[in-house]
């Protein structure tokens, strides 16, 4: 089936450690993205990518970095400078960066300080 | 960044429609008005969007007023299902794309 695996499910971080968050699409989806979402809140982008090897801040990028070197991966990497990383983060693609494309996710990962 | 304001929780019974109401007075002519759900401890799971004209698919139907300020989502028949956190947001492009906390729907068996 075509979808979006995210791993793990969830993932523990200790202080100071850096944590890598995998996404893969087989959609062949060229917009990829990444949310975080806090317990009883809406959704928060933190990065977007639109093509391979091109990808912009969202509204909560500090403390975390991307990579787009594949079409279907789209890795976020939770580093020490993020102070409060304890959430759910969630992937999502689509097939292209205009608004008449929906949003397809993964499951999500739930990250939480140790 | 356009806005939307959503209902913090509606209820409804089992087997009965319902509307989920959305405004978002700050439409621009490109804004696309999506609808997503989400379950506990699950991704949003997309539900319909449109830009102009009322849409109908398998899940629901989207009213859209004529001025584009609002737009209703439209289950049918509610299901048990059914019951989850609904969101309304608005799409041009991906511009900082943030979902605010959606309505809460309950279905009363």
């Known amino acids: 089936d075509g979808g979006i695996t995210q791993s793990p499910k969830y993932l523990f971080r200790k202080e100071g450690q850096n944590v890598t968050l995998s996404c893969e699409q087989n959609l062949n989806h060229d917009a990829m993205y990444w949310y975080r979402q806090d317990p009883g809140q809406g959704l928060r982008l933190i990065y977007y990518s639109q093509i391979v090897n091109d990808f912009q801040k969202g509204d909560i990028a500090e403390g975390y970095s991307v990579s787009r070197e594949k079409k279907e991966s789209f890795p976020l990497t939770v580093t020490s400078a993020q102070k409060n990383p304890t959430a759910f983060y969630l992937c999502a693609s689509s097939a292209g960066g205009s608004g008449n494309q929906p949003q397809h996710f993964g499951d999500g990962t739930r990250l939480s300080i140790l | 960044d356009a806005k939307t304001t959503q209902p913090n929780s509606m209820e409804s019974n089992e087997e009965e429609p319902v509307h989920l109401p959305c405004n978002h007075s700050t439409i621009s002519g490109t804004d696309y008005i999506h609808w997503y759900r989400q379950l506990p401890s699950q991704g949003p799971e997309y539900v319909i969007h449109?830009?102009?004209s009322n849409v109908n698919n398998r899940m629901a139907s989207l009213a859209i007023a004529e001025d584009r300020k609002s737009s209703t989502l439209i289950l049918h028949r509610a299901t048990l299902r059914d019951a989850a956190v609904y969101y309304c947001?608005?799409?041009?492009?991906?511009?900082?794309?943030?979902f605010g906390t959606g309505t809460r729907l309950t279905i009363i068996p």
């Open positions: 947001i608005l799409i041009f492009g991906n511009e900082k794309l943030t």
């Open positions: 449109g830009l102009t």
